[in-house]
């Protein structure tokens, strides 16, 4: 995830931030994952977990507020939500049992399982934004280059050669990022390699469980990996932002209202023509951090 994001998906719950800065949820509560009701002045929202098997059903949601502070609900197994201490955060991330913030200084905060690895971020320095897989956290350096720490079991964390990158997502063991140039990279295992380096004038990305979102410049969406729901994506026009969860996608249309397809088991497609707001202009080219900064919250909310 990065600042100003305004859909969140994890394997079976959804979130939407609202232009007043409040949030809707739809999905599985088993633990509390949806509790987000009287959540205020939101401006990044964040969903934890990206599988979806059957041991990993319960999950968490995160929110950053206009303050740089964080609110938390659902799963702290791992002490995932406890962000109660974290200041001056301008972006946030959040994987299967943990959170990340990134602070305004470029440094990086991290809660939760440690096990892997993944939270082993004290370290990082002049960090502009971060995404976070099952087991392995990416950052994206202001420079444009990207680092990553976690599991690296499928190569997710080889991303140390990558120069001129706007934006990074990370999936089940995979990891993707956004060139300068709208093309997509890729590291780790996904299906739909070839199909995802031939992708061209990308504005936007958006990682599932094992599949990869692209959107265009002009509100064409491309989706490459493991999905069952491909074709209904691909029909998608006027999209401004994505989100990627275990078996589901989201869009947020230009007139304000939320698109959804694939898994439904838990009604985390309840979002769908769900209002987050007044229609919201198009994206008309690859997106860095700084920009989206600039405009308070991300394009989707002027």
């Known amino acids: 995830m990065s600042a100003g994001a305004v859909l969140a998906a994890g394997p079976r719950h959804s979130l939407g931030l609202r232009a007043d800065g409040t949030v809707l949820a739809a999905g599985a509560e088993s633990a509390g994952e949806c509790r987000v009701e009287g959540w205020r002045e939101v401006v990044a929202v964040a969903a934890g977990g990206v599988h979806a098997a059957a041991n990993t059903g319960r999950s968490h949601s995160v929110?950053?507020?206009?303050?740089?502070?964080?609110?938390?609900?659902?799963?702290?197994?791992?002490?995932?939500?406890?962000?109660?201490?974290?200041?001056?955060?301008?972006?946030?991330?959040?994987?299967?049992?943990?959170?990340?913030?990134?602070?305004?200084?470029?440094?990086?905060?991290?809660?939760?399982?440690?096990?892997?690895?993944?939270?082993?971020?004290?370290?990082?320095?002049?960090?502009?934004?971060?995404?976070?897989?099952?087991?392995?956290?990416?950052?994206?350096?202001?420079?444009?280059?990207?680092?990553?720490?976690?599991?690296?079991?499928?190569?997710?964390?080889?991303?140390?050669?990558?120069?001129?990158?706007?934006?990074?997502?990370?999936?089940?063991?995979?990891?993707?990022?956004?060139?300068?140039?709208?093309?997509?990279?890729l590291t780790g295992s996904l299906d739909g390699r070839e199909e995802i380096a031939s992708w061209q004038g990308v504005v936007a990305i958006a990682s599932g469980g094992d599949h990869v979102l692209a959107l265009h410049e002009g509100g064409s969406v491309s989706a490459a990996g493991a999905l069952g729901h491909a074709e209904e994506v691909r029909a998608w026009t006027g999209a401004v932002a994505?989100?990627?969860?275990?078996?589901?996608?989201?869009?947020?249309?230009?007139?304000?209202?939320?698109?959804?397809?694939?898994?439904?088991?838990?009604?985390?497609?309840?979002?769908?023509?769900?209002s987050l707001g007044p229609p919201v202009r198009p994206v008309t080219g690859p997106r860095s951090i700084e920009d989206e900064r600039a405009d308070g919250l991300d394009t989707a909310h002027p």
Not at 265 to 270: K, N, T
């Open 242 to 274: 994505l989100a990627a969860g275990a078996r589901h996608s989201l869009a947020l249309g230009a007139d304000g209202r939320v698109l959804a397809a694939g898994d439904d088991s838990h009604r985390q497609l309840g979002l769908a023509g769900a």
């Open 63 to 185: 929110g950053l507020r206009a303050d740089g502070t964080v609110l938390a609900t659902g799963w702290d197994a791992h002490g995932q939500c406890a962000t109660g201490d974290w200041r001056d955060v301008v972006a946030v991330a959040a994987g299967w049992r943990r959170t990340v913030g990134v602070r305004e200084d470029g440094t990086v905060l991290a809660v939760g399982r440690r096990a892997e690895g993944a939270c082993d971020v004290e370290d990082w320095r002049g960090i502009a934004a971060a995404a976070c897989g099952d087991w392995h956290t990416v950052g994206l350096v202001a420079d444009g280059t990207a680092r990553a720490t976690g599991n690296d079991s499928r190569g997710q964390c080889r991303v140390g050669a990558w120069r001129d990158m706007v934006a990074v997502s990370a999936g089940h063991l995979h990891t993707a990022g956004l060139r300068s140039d709208g093309h997509v990279l």
